[in-house]
């Protein structure tokens, strides 16, 4: 980025003196631009690329900013400056200084656990120790977000209830840290903390570093560059963008800066390239309620009149998913540059399965997408077993619910019904062939392992409670078949026995969440998807995961009503699907997800109290003043046009709703509404 490019704001903190540089760069102001200056002039003045280290968010940005370097600079130079995040650049210093395996989380996990297993925990309390892998994620938490605290300090203020068990907890710490240096094994907490051993005692520096998105920094690699302790330091950041706090993010590093640096300056700009003036007014007059840690006041570049942003009221939830989707499919806008954007995962669904009804393609990050859930998954090959009873994948990925059945056994199940029903392995399930008692291969045995290799055993006897016409079913003579098994395939008997091809979707998707067989699989997945990370059953998220199953399926039906054949529902949600999952599509985003994008047009959902701001994180250690800088950072996204939305009910959970607190505070609603 030539200086010459650069405003006037950003030509002055790009020729800043050497020395303590802070740059206040709100969203849109061309902080990528400035940093680019900054190296270009660092350049110019003689430093050695070689001497000045860019430290960014994500690789990706250290890339962007290197290649934009490589306009103006030989890449014979470009090269040589060391950039990336703040792990990339310790793993390529130690791995060329030291012997070091970098190893993942979860493959250390099972480490950790082989030793955490070997402890007796002894309480007098009903207060349950932690599981091996939440401790370990305690750990790597603890180690990101202090530095003067010892474990013991920091867990009196984050859990007191657990002290009981610290001493345990430490202990395994210990062996397990004793036998990663045994191995060489290192995690990311341990480049850094090996880095910074080794910047302190090689006493390493460069003339200049240079921090990308400094608000979210931690005190972890904020120790790594005070052990740099370099003559000149130019961070870039915005305090009103700090959303990481649960990685351990501080916004106290921002906050203090001036503290730790005496005589350091403060640059800021003001000018915004992005929004329109009425977006950025709604988004300042929400900040602004956060307490202000240095004042700013931001300018407006673009001219253009593009409207005002708009609120959307609906009645009911569902409702403004598809009210939504119609708005969007009536906009002259390509479907890339519309971006909708949520606090919850959850909030996604309704969405994407709105848009996909009406052949909206959809690009999903930030979340598993609603046709790529489990629940949703398994009800679609449900229906494809009635449209073709033949699908061995569809039969396959069904029969993986059963608790010790692997993909060879699903595959050996689905070829014994093909033989039993004479083609149809749905007739192998409700009227087998009599004459068929061994639908299995025989695999030849092995004498010297005697009954237990007999591959084909008749333990029909073993199951109770089958129904009539499934009780004698050769099948059920399979060795790898238990009890669950037993009942799972009397549960697809049952299904099979109720429904055939020519039944409507929604008539089939109304009834489907009354038979066991779904009820089998749902509350395996709810049970899944409660156990906390202390390996116990959490009751409120378990009922929680039941209702959004219910709500999943409740969508999936609502979509069926316009189809009245089985394939052409299940064309229009499987096979359309590999056609919107990528290229041109409406972004479908979660707020950290959408950081450091734009959007000519932006949708912000669920804007209802108690959902956004999100109370329930809020009152697990979040606070009100990050919620604000959510809604900030997700508003600050549009271009052009911004509609916010909520909803005044949820009819399945039949609860009502306010206006989210957010929407008064920006003026879109006043206490009278």
């Not at 300056?265 to 240095?294: D, G, W």
């Not at 709810?526 to 209702?547: D, V």
């Not at 052409?568 to 056609?579: D, Q, T, Y």
């Not at 919620?627 to 009502?656: C, G, P, Q, W």
């Amino acid at each position: 980025m030539p200086l010459s490019k650069l405003n006037l704001q950003q030509k002055e903190a790009s020729l800043a003196p050497s020395g303590y540089n802070l740059v206040i760069a709100s969203a849109g102001t061309g902080k990528t631009s400035t940093i680019v200056g900054r190296i270009s002039y660092l350049l110019q003045q003689g430093v050695q690329p070689s001497e000045i280290l860019l430290l960014t968010f994500t690789n990706k940005a250290a890339q962007e900013m290197l290649a934009r370097l490589l306009m103006k600079f030989d890449d014979s130079i470009v090269k040589r400056i060391e950039a990336g995040t703040f792990h990339a650049v310790a793993y390529r210093y130690l791995r060329n200084h030291h012997s070091i395996i970098l190893k993942q989380p979860r493959e250390l996990k099972v480490l950790f656990k082989s030793l955490y297993d070997k402890r007796i925990f002894t309480n007098a309390s009903d207060v349950a120790p932690y599981s091996a892998n939440y401790l370990y994620d305690i750990f790597s938490l603890y180690q990101n977000s202090t530095i003067n605290n010892d474990f013991k300090e920091w867990m009196v203020k984050r859990n007191q209830e657990q002290l009981q068990y610290v001493e345990i907890y430490l202990d395994v710490w210990e062996e397990f840290r004793e036998l990663k240096k045994e191995y060489h094994y290192v995690d990311y907490n341990d480049l850094l903390l090996y880095y910074r051993e080794m910047i302190r005692k090689n006493k390493l520096t460069y003339k200049e570093i240079l921090v990308d998105e400094y608000q979210d920094t931690n005190p972890l690699q904020d120790s790594i560059l005070k052990a740099f302790n370099p003559p000149s330091i130019f961070c870039v950041g915005d305090y009103d963008q700090s959303i990481y706090a649960f990685n351990g993010a501080d916004i106290s590093i921002i906050g203090g800066f001036k503290e730790h640096y005496v005589n350091g300056r403060i640059f800021s700009l003001t000018k915004n390239y992005r929004s329109t003036a009425p977006i950025l007014n709604l988004a300042n007059r929400v900040i602004e309620k956060n307490p202000r840690i240095y004042p700013k006041t931001l300018e407006v570049v673009k001219r253009e009149n593009f409207g005002m942003p708009s609120l959307l009221i609906f009645e009911e939830l569902f409702l403004q998913y598809q009210g939504i989707a119609n708005k969007i499919k009536l906009s002259n806008r390509p479907f890339g540059d519309i971006a909708i954007i949520f606090r919850n995962n959850s909030s996604a669904d309704g969405i994407e399965a709105s848009l996909r009804e009406i052949g909206i393609p959809t690009k999903r990050k930030g979340g598993v997408s609603f046709f790529d859930t489990k629940e949703v998954v398994f009800v679609l090959n449900l229906l494809s077993l009635l449209y073709n009873p033949k699908d061995m994948m569809a039969f396959i990925h069904i029969l993986s619910y059963v608790k010790g059945i692997g993909n060879a056994s699903a595959k050996d199940i689905y070829e014994a019904l093909i033989l039993l029903g004479n083609g149809n392995p749905i007739d192998g399930l409700l009227k087998p062939d009599k004459t068929i008692q061994e639908p299995f291969a025989k695999r030849e045995q092995n004498l010297q392992l005697g009954l237990f290799d007999d591959f084909y055993m008749n333990k029909n006897l073993r199951f109770n409670g089958l129904e009539k016409g499934f009780e004698n079913n050769p099948l059920l003579g399979y060795s790898k078949i238990n009890k669950d098994g037993a009942e799972f395939l009397n549960a697809l008997f049952c299904f099979f026995s109720v429904f055939n091809v020519n039944d409507k979707p929604y008539y089939l998707l109304s009834k489907i969440p009354q038979l066991s067989i779904f009820k089998i699989v749902t509350q395996k997945l709810a049970r899944e998807r409660a156990i906390t990370k202390e390996g116990n059953i959490h009751q409120a998220k378990y009922e929680e995961s039941l209702l959004r199953i219910e709500r999943r399926i409740s969508v999936l039906r609502d979509l069926s009503s316009h189809y009245n054949e089985i394939g052409r529902f299940l064309n229009a949600m499987v096979l359309g699907s590999s056609e919107m999952s990528e290229g041109e599509g409406v972004n479908l985003l979660s707020i950290h997800a959408s950081k450091g994008l734009e959007f000519a047009e932006v949708y912000v959902i669920d804007l209802m109290e108690g959902r956004f701001p999100n109370k329930k994180l809020m009152a697990q250690g979040g606070s009100l003043e990050e919620e604000r800088r959510l809604f900030y950072v997700a508003v600050t996204r549009a271009k052009e046009n911004l509609y916010l939305s909520y909803a005044k009910r949820d009819k399945m959970k039949n609860i009502d709703y306010q206006g989210s607190l957010f929407l008064y505070e920006a003026g879109l609603l006043n206490h009278q509404t």
